[in-house]
């Protein structure tokens, strides 16, 4: 078996086992084989060197003290789903082999393992490992996802926030009024998340009545109500194993806010007019235009709600805050609608800008797009300012 030389970028496995010889023997292979190593004593200490390190392997005794191979994998598999754990145990059944599996082991493996078995497998497991990184790369690449535009302060800010979180689970609450792009700081959350493979799915709270709110959550069984004639799967089915983006939240009904905040203190959910509980892993990012604090004191929002939600807050300034921003969007947003007419980019020249800039902008980011599509549509080859005045309700 020829060794791994690619010791400039040398791959690095944890080895997990209470048997000191076992962990020698192991050590010795891999490291001749051109593996960097570490190892742990039991899935306790495993754990904690897994959490505080990078590694491009795992392999893991099934019966340790203090924190069981099958254990160590549960807790590790949320921490980073991506590295393949390979499972070793002298105890090895076909039972105990297929649950870890289905727990997200890559492969188990009896003891005394085969050498040749156990360096082909780990090299799968390292190839598995490159392409999974690759595919998200070439994913970002391609990722249809719109940059967030801006070079101020409020947005730089923002943005730094938005890559120090995404990686994580933490639940992420997104404030700002209409118009601003809360669902786009949505989108980077997923898209830069371990959970970009996966779906986000958007839900505007606003958008739907009342009382069709929690079927469309959590889904119903046919007959549960008077239109209820085939059965729905609702939108925490629909994102399991992904995100799901809360739009609007502060218009949720009280009811459904009891039902969301059980969701996500249980990782369950019922469906409308069904007994049985249904298991989902989701992370949840909400949104809303609304003083949420305020909606407490008036009853309008549950507060154990508010603090499940608000792990991480992101305000998103109005456009009035991030003036300095506009050219940048401008020119982003007159490349996109030229595009879309399929005509060539419009100029606008500085004039035009300053004028923007002093605009009074209720509306937003969106109030400027619609503004910038206008000034496409009804200028000449480079918008002025004299177009800006005509064209535009300047307040």
Known sequence: MPKNKNNDNQHEILIIDDEASIRKTLSEILSFEGYKISEATDGEEGLKLFSEKTFNAV??????PKMDGLEFLEKAAVLAPDVPIIMISGHGTIETA?????????????????????????????????LVAETKVLRKKVSKVQEIVGTSAPIQKIKETINKVAPTEARVLVTGPNGVGKELVARWVHELSNRSNSPLVEVNCAAIPTELIESELFGH?????????????????QANGGTLFLDEIGDMSLNAQAKVLRALQEGKITRVGADKDISVDVRVIAATNKDLLQEVEDKNFRLDLYHRLSVILINVPSLNERKDDIPLLVDQFLDDICKDYGITKKGIDEGAIESLQQYNWTGNIR??????????????????????????AIG
């Open 367 to 392: 109030e400027l797009r619609n503004v910038v599509e206008r000034l496409v549509i009804l200028s000449g080859k480079t918008i002025t300012a004299g177009d800006v005045q005509n064209y535009v």
């Open 59 to 64: 392999l893991c005794d099934i019966k340790m």
């Open 98 to 130: 297929v649950e870890a599996v289905k727990k997200g082991a890559y492969d188990f493996i009896s003891k005394p393992p085969d050498l040749n078995r156990l360096l082909i497998t780990i090299r799968n497991a390292m190839e598995k490992t490159s």
């Open 221 to 237: 069984e046919k007959g549960s109500f008077t239109s209820a004639i085939k059965q729905r799967i609702g939108k925490f089915e």
